[in-house]
């Protein structure tokens, strides 16, 4: 791609560094900020600066937040003996939206990749180990997408937390609602099978 | 979506005012600069910033460039007597990329569009009429999409401009090469056969 403009080129490569961005997307994007107020990307500007400047993570779950101890940590309503284990604050995200979890969270920050070069010592691992060594902890969800790398992320850290009084529990994995049998894989719809719920259960939501 | 960050809110909301960017993709792009080093997203935000507010545009035919008169049209071996009339400058990108095209570009800046409130006095079109009027112009190729709106605006310069002496030509129209005859539409099938080539001239690329 030729361009007339250095200012344009370095904005468009820049852009591209963005994952699921190539240089085409890019291009359309930078000449729509060029048609649009100047307000517009200083606004953008300011605000990906400000956040990755001053942006925080949450002490005890190492969610992002504006402050040390996120809202859902400092919530006193939340049960906090109940910890749901996810990669990501996206998953906390998702959770939230469900209205299901009552208790708190703990975000790793991945899973356990040696391909991309994360190894346990990456992750926020030590601090979920510690606080179920204090005894505060109840019971550990996983909520860790169901990879590879999610079940040795989920087996890494059941192995150190075994001998703890501590009930241990993943997400359930099944047939999504909605959804026709035919089309399920094999894996999972024999693991719908496995871990078949009673059935007055399934009627209720909480 | 609920944010458990203020500054990750507004980022997300700004990042989603591009086109195509919806508030997931936003996240995703903002989650995934929060994991790289910070000059990234520094680099990033002072790119787009320089970009809007220094970036200029030719004195003469509109395209970006970093200086007064653009390197097409400060190119003394281009031929300046004949103007590709283009809507955008990818489409000067573009058509740079075939080196096919020896003269210069006239950059509308979009096409005449009354439903997005785009006129003829929003667009760059009295400065190309003056070109014409100065007679120093021997051919104008239009190379405007092939859309109502396109050929509205063509009609619309082309009024201006037939009483000069300059020839006036539209790029061709027709199947695409490497396409398939049958799956062609109707139009662009009747116009390739109405604007046929000699055999001969259909092997030169020049």
Redesign the interface.
Known sequence: ????????E??V???S?????GKR?A????????KQP?E?????????????????F?VSCH????VDL???CSNEKRDHQIICVVE???D??AI??TGQFRGIYHVLGGKISPIDGVGPNQLNISSLVEKVKSGEVVEIIFALSSTIEGDTTNFYIYKQIQDYEVISSTIARGISVGDELEYADEVTLGRSILHRVPFEKSFKNN
């Open positions: 791609m030729e361009f007339s403009s250095k200012l344009l370095t904005a490569n820049e852009m560094q963005l994952p699921g961005i997307t291009l359309r994007l930078v000449l729509h900020l060029l100047k517009q990307t200083s606004f953008l500007s300011q605000a990906l600066t400000s956040m990755r400047e001053e942006v925080r949450c969610n992002i937040s504006d996120c809202a859902i990501d604050i996206r906390v995200m939230e939206n």
